[in-house]
């Protein structure tokens, strides 16, 4: 008997499992491969998950496999500069191959006693009272109080629950590759800007060592259901500019579509659903795995608590609340970006207008903000503008803010000296620092760095030590 099963590891999937281990909670990822992702896609990490990894104390290990960029230019490539003010510690944007992340991360889970076990797919669902019973595509049963599915966005989990998956199917196919290119670095640059006016979505950018990520559309490449193939890019690439660059030696080559899809529910019983299992949409931005990890780290430790026995009766409930509608907007960032990247007139007058906004600096900011999710703001009612946000890491007299955060507790964060975490000690840290860098009395803190209370009185305090952490030990 485990106390969580989650399906998938992916980068969902793993965060979720180490999150979950911060709390001893008795953890097994199933995984229907056998072997982790070949395929080398790079992904952008952005500034909220490079926050959440430094509060895990991951940054170290990852940042060496990644190539740091400015955080700019990625609403519907729209090339801006980094906006001012961008009020983070880590505001840059690590480009790095996806299966470090996740091998990172699994390794990771494992070191806080995750069991993983590869070549086992969920194929069937029970869940009763006290538990879910998970099904294996070999026949093999197991137990646990709760089944997460992680599995991706053709999600087994979701479909054995029935829950729906409303949304637009794709509209358009892209291909997307790296390989290395024949072609002059400057003639390739200046013939992509020329045709990247008129054709979108259409790019060659440089990743070193003559290597290139490759972006053209799939339409006229025949059967979706067989792998594109480098003859492919070179006959799109030939269409588009009239030569195919002199394009070998593929490392991976990839066919995508655009469909933009939400789960109706993220819970159902003891069944929960993260990442791509619970919301697809298309790729611009690179917002789908920083958003999977992102729903990892809301749910791990209200999943724990649930599973520990102190959850307030409704708090496993916020994830869902908290997390479907930052999907939505995600997907209706993408939806936008989509239309933005469209050759035909009216979209086209619409990116140059925007282009002309973006400039004006808040805009940029927001944008970016946005995308790389610390502009969320969850709603946990009236107070000031930082209650529900997440607090940057700040200098305390202990060093940094983030590395008291590595073990996934809640932090009381006191300048007054007045206040204590009393009875909920066993979950919630404490420091008192008059002279840390807020300009608040106190903050509390959750364990996934969202502020959850700011004030000064003990009474309001314990009323939300009560709300977000149950009741105190004696
Ligand atoms: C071209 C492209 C570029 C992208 N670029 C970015 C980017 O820059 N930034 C970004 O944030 N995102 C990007 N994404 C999106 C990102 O790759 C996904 O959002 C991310 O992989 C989702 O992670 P996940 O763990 O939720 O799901 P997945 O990565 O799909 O993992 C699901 C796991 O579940 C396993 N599984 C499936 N079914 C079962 C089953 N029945 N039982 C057990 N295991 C199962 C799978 O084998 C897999 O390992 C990009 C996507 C594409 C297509």
Redesign the pocket.
Known sequence: MFDVII????????MLAAELRLHDVRVLV????TTP?SFV??????IR?LELMAMRGLLERILPHGRQRPAAGFFAAIAKPVPKGLDSAYAYLL?IP?PVI?EVLEEHAIDLGAQVRRG????GIEQDDEGVTVE??DGERLRSRYLVG????????RKLLGVGFPGEPARTE?L?GEMEVGAPQVEIAAKVAEISQTHRPFWLRPFGNGVYSVVVPAAGVSDRQVPPTLADFQQQLRAIAGTDFGVHSPRWL?R?GDATRLAERYRVGRVLL?????H?HP?I?????????Q?AVNLGWKLAAQVRGWAPETLLDTYQGERRPVAEDVLDNTRAQTELLSAAPGPQAVRRLLTELMDFDEVNRHLIEKITAVGIRYDFGPGPDLLGRRLRDITVKQGNLYDLLHRGRGLLLDRTERLTVGGWSDRVDEIADPSADLDVPAVLMRPDGHVAWIGDDQRDLDDHLSRWFGTPTD
Do not use: K, W, Y
């Open positions: 399906a998938g590891c992916g980068p969902t999937g793993a199933l995984e229907r491969e992702a896609r790079i992904v952008g990490l952005h998950s480009g996806q996740v086992a797919a969920v194929a294996l595509a992680c599995d991706g966005g053709r999600s087994t989990v892209t997307m990839s995508f993260a990442g791509d299992a619970a697809i790729p931005g690179g917002q789908g795995l920083n958003l999977g990890i729903d």
